[in-house]
């Protein structure tokens, strides 16, 4: 992926007109392409509502030999100041997400378990705090949180603007950035009013074998439908309410088998 991100940094500064290359010094990181990119920061993070779906890949090395594909889906919808729920598939099995503001629950639809705890401090904390507290990861919790644009260039070192290519008929701008152990690539929306992010791929050069994380984003919707206690887990008679360390356990195990 380095080589990669160098060849098209590369290739865009030897494209710039010659008088470019002799009278000034071509930034590390492109200017277009970061306020591309914050731009789309900036409004994910200001809208109070929004749903989507979402597929995500990633790679897994083995012994340092083989790469192993996993996927992941869902969907989201999110009212900040009211809460959230996502639905995902894994596998050969379901986890849902509730947050109303108050109670953090994960839910197995077909394994019929959930676990709750309390969380203070809003939606704007959940993903630190169900981490820390119940080794969980909430989906997609960095692309909708509102710290999204302090932390989107946070150790970036290099990026490029690649200019506009089609993703399933839409048209986007083609981002690549580069970090430390870290670069990504990002496709972004053409429409100024909405910018919103199309495809997402980041690649660990760092590690053998370099994995990547690839995530597609699809049926954006500023104004979705909430119905009153969406966000509230109901259990349904026979469910088994767990504790989180015996989830993290039992989902290992699932896993295992």
Known sequence: MVRFVVSLLIGAFLTAPVALAQDQEVPAIDPRAEEIAMNMANYLASQPR????????????????????????????????????????????????????KIFTVASQNEDFYASMEITGGFETLGVIVRERADSVVPLWSLVSRELPGKIMDKVDGGAYLGTTLVAGQAVHHLSFSQPDYDWQIWVSMDEETPLPVMLIGTEHGKIGWPQYRAYFSDWNMEPDITEGQFTYQPEEGDIKMSFPAHSARAADNQSE
């Open 50 to 101: 929004l749903s989507f779906d979402w597929f995500v890949s990633y790679d897994e090395i083995v012994e340092e030999v083989e790469k192993i594909t996993y996927i992941h889906s869902g969907t989201m919808v999110l009212e900040r100041d009211e809460g959230f729920v996502a639905q995902t598939e894994y596998g050969n099995t379901y986890r849902d997400f509730y947050f109303d503001g």
